[in-house]
């Protein structure tokens, strides 16, 4: 589902968001770690969640969440905490503070039948 990164600036004229910055840190047979980066007013744009994921939020987050059907909610996730959600959840992130908002995201793949997954060190 493709929506437009706009939002209306003071004069209501439409305005483009920038992007948010994606870091993938893992990607694997059973996992995909990746790290988000909002610059206020940064969003992730419209996405379907494809797995179970869980989010750990690095810098307090204060987050604006638009979903389907023009829906939105405004959240706040406090820096250290983290949340799980399953697959399926369809949104747009925005960063709703005057700050950069930070969180990593760990998307649950499903295992392999019988696969064993190495280990490495830190």
């Known amino acids: 589902m493709a929506k437009d990164r706009k939002t209306l600036t003071e004069a209501?004229?439409?305005a483009m968001r920038l992007p948010c910055t994606a870091t993938v840190l893992v990607d694997d047979?059973?996992?995909r770690v990746t790290r988000f980066d909002f610059a206020p007013g940064a969003e992730t744009g419209w996405h379907r969640h494809g797995h179970d994921y869980v989010i750990?939020?690095?810098t307090d987050?204060?987050?604006l969440l638009e979903e389907p059907g023009d829906g939105t909610r405004q959240v706040l996730v406090p820096a250290g905490?983290?949340?799980r959600r399953s697959e399926g959840v369809e949104h747009n992130?925005?960063?709703d503070g005057v700050t950069v908002m930070s969180?990593?995201?760990v998307e649950l793949k499903e295992p392999t039948a019988?696969?064993?997954s190495a280990v490495s060190p830190p």
Do not use: H, L, Q, S
């Open 93 to 95: 992130v925005v960063n």
């Open 56 to 58: 750990t939020a690095i």
């Open 81 to 83: 905490t983290a949340y």
């Open 103 to 105: 969180f990593v995201e």
């Open 114 to 116: 019988g696969a064993k």
């Open 61 to 63: 987050c204060p987050m």
């Open 29 to 31: 047979d059973r996992v």
């Open 12 to 14: 209501g004229a439409p």
